[in-house]
């Protein structure tokens, strides 16, 4: 249980171009999406959160106009990467918090974006 | 000063070693996480430690709360085994270790 599936795995673009990344909770309802974002050789770093019905919360640093999240159902949260450059190549992973299971956490698959 | 540490960063060993992993916090948390990433980069959680010690198969975790401090211990390791092992804590955020980088060699 509380599988996260995370689409697409891997995307291909170029600058300029926006591009989503979706997170889907299979089965169960997330109350709260995290969006992590990690360079080669490095750890996650997280980027946001985000609240099913409410406004993402970015860490300091990101910019929220270029990232945008949207948590809009409790299944599903998107990260879109608007105008993307080369410098955002990264590998994007999402997770999710479920409620009924004390502290518990699932991660997405990760996303591999190489901006052109 | 990273709010986690883990060492080592590196770790190489022959199969059918036992592998210890160390990870040290230095912020109040609620919950510790291992988490393996594999060369892909699709991460699967280990486990999620608030005391003690659990087990999976091979897979080994304990916690310390008064020490700040886990270990990730792999039994009879196999080269199916390597992979990136994080350590991760929940405070009033997720702090990352940045890894250890474990290569199990046949």
């Excluded at chain 2, 390597?82 to 009033?92: L, M, Q, T």
Aim: hydrophobic share 35%.
């Amino acid at each position: 249980g509380a599988v996260v599936s995370q689409h697409p795995s891997w995307v291909i673009c170029k600058s300029g171009t926006s591009v989503k990344i979706e997170c889907r909770s299979l089965d169960f309802q997330a109350t709260t999406m995290f969006w992590y974002r990690q360079f080669p050789k490095q750890s996650l770093m997280l980027m946001a959160t985000s609240n099913e019905g409410s406004k993402a919360t970015y860490e300091q640093g990101v910019e929220k106009d270029k990232f945008l999240i949207n948590h809009a159902s409790l299944t599903l949260s998107t990260l879109t990467v608007t105008s993307a450059h080369p410098e955002d190549s990264s590998f994007y992973i999402c997770s999710a918090s479920y409620a009924g299971s004390n502290y518990g956490y699932t991660f997405g698959s990760g996303t591999r974006l190489t901006v052109v | 000063k990273n709010e986690v540490e883990q060492s080592p960063q590196n770790l190489t060993a022959q199969e059918g070693e036992f592998i210890t992993i160390n990870c040290s916090y230095s912020v109040g948390i609620s919950a510790l996480h291992w988490l393996q990433q594999h060369p892909g980069g699709g991460i699967v959680s280990l486990f999620m430690l608030s005391s003690g010690k659990k087990k999976h198969g091979r897979l080994i975790a304990t916690i310390n709360i008064q020490e700040k401090h886990s270990s990730l211990h792999i039994t009879a390791s196999h080269p199916r085994d390597s992979a990136v092992y994080i350590c991760a804590v929940k405070g009033n955020q997720f702090y990352f270790g940045t890894g250890t980088s474990l290569t199990v060699i046949p």
